[in-house]
């Protein structure tokens, strides 16, 4: 965990709780330290607690228990129109009887910045999102899409030092979504903005955020970047919650020099990385990415140690092909090879030994 009391943490929470009814915690010992700048996701299942603390961080909720501190100063201390921090939510949350100009303008009023200087800053917020030419229109002479642009220029039209943002993207479609995520991102990288950004969409967690912190039970499960994130998971929730995942189960046999030798439930002998097991007789669940798995022999490493493999189904995926085999008790067991000219098209039915690298393979808690 990040020393908390870094000097160049931006925002910081210490040991932050929350209830909401004085009984359940919804946020427990929460701590996390941001420096200036980052783009930081808050990815978790719904009710894990990521609207909460962006809540609490805006000023709209108080902490149970903790601090909360930005740039150096204990949020409670501060007023929340002085906190600079501009929000974007699913909803849009524009006000429908103004204009998009109005809506960009309000939040300077509120500042009271003279009028010139207002269209000024409205005009480039508005460029900035591509959106210059429709001023003069109502929000629901707007698409999805264009309101939630709108939204972002009105969350950095004053020049915030931090953004937050609540599923801003939730009820777009696919194709809006990958376009705004770009464009968002690219901005807050421009503008050196510090962005908390909440989404239950883990693909949409790796492609935007500088760190991931994912979320499970009120609880920051892990906080790294996306590489380190889907590469070396730390336990089974984080292996399972982060891209596709293939899961063994078995007991631990022994431990030494940095690998552990597991016997899986189904049958078969695993040379696997220990991260969350510690000794031998301990269950376990081991972890392999699906594009981590070789079955070419020519191409396995040797000595390593291989399962033997029925392929149930073949998928062709354009870029990728993803084959689905019965291993060692399993019938959900995903390998993903790429589309190469040389590549094998595996056929249901087929025999095959498949193999890995023991560090592509972690033992994690059962
Ligand atoms: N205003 C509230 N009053 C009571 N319980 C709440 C309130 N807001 C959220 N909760 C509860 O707190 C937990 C965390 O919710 P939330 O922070 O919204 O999670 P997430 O954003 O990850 O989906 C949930 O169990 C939810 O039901
Ligand atoms: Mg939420």
Redesign the pocket.
Known sequence: MADTSATNAFVEFERVQKS??GENL?VKDLNLSMPKGEFLTML??????????LMMLAGFETATHGDIRLDGKSINNIPPHKRGIGMVFQNYALFPHMTVAENLAFPLEVRKIGKSEREEKVKIALDRVQMGDFGGRRPAQLSGGQQQRVALARALVFEPELVLMDEPLGALDKQLRETLQFEITHLAHELGITVVY?THDQTEALTMSDRVAV?ENGRIQQLAPPDLLYEEPENSFVAQFIGENNTLEGVVTEIKGGTCLVQLDGGGLIEAKPINVTRAGERTRVSIRPERVEFNKDRMQEGAHTLKAEVLEFVYMGDIFRTRLRVAGTDNFIIKTRNAPDQVRLKPGQQIEIGWLAEDCRALDA
């Open positions: 909401y009814d919804v978790g299942p719904s009710g894990s607690g990521k609207t909460t603390c909440v979320f």
